[in-house]
């Protein structure tokens, strides 16, 4: 009986231990791949040899998702995490994650951003400068910033119903509807990056860039607008 008891005991302390073990390994597969707080609320790409990075659809088991970001443009971060080697990363939005190596905190000045992608322009941006510093009706001054940047052509946008409308409602909330508002980086009606009009800042080239952005970050104007709603920016 007695040899029997210490049997019992034997094996209850085993299971136990064997349990124990478990419960701490999954406790540190946990620690080691996580979301952390954001330590940056902007990025900047670096510059890279390829002139682009990566997107990856997480930041677990990371798969390219296609698409690929410009040195030099700066986007704003949603998450930050930490993968299973323990390598950071940023979400973009959407699930778009990018190697925090590869970026700098902060975004990049606009002057900067614009000199580097169109070395070309700099008749473009002084007119561009002198239009914003005008006090003028802010129908005049649309029409004074498109012909001083006459560089791409008419463009008609395909949103319509509530795609036009949302796209409408974020422009009012952004710049009031004005192509020629600028805060710091950011320029015209969509409040775009400056880098992402590579020195066009035409109304038809606004509403270019404005549809290429939306549409490869959030999918959809109406998307865009409830994100907006959310978080105070799009």
Known sequence: MKIKSIL???ITVAALSVTGLVAAEATAQTADAATVQNDASVVTVNYVSDNSITVYNNY????A??????????WKVIKTAYDSKGHKWYDLGKNQWVRAKYVTSGHHAATNATTQATPKTTTNTQAHSQASAAVAPKAQTQTTNYASAAKSTSYTSNATGSE???????????SGGSYSASNGQ??????????????????????RVADQYVQSRYGSWTAAKSFWQANGWY
């Open 186 to 207: 950011y320029v015209g009606k969509y409040q775009l990056s400056a880098s992402y009009l590579n020195g066009d800042y035409s109304a038809a080239n606004q509403e």
């Open 65 to 74: 998702t296609g698409q690929t970001l410009a040195s030099n443009t700066s």
């Open 164 to 174: 036009a409308s949302a796209k409408a409602w974020i422009a009012g909330q952004e």
């Open 60 to 63: 677990e088991n990371p798969v």
């Open 8 to 10: 019992v005991k034997s």
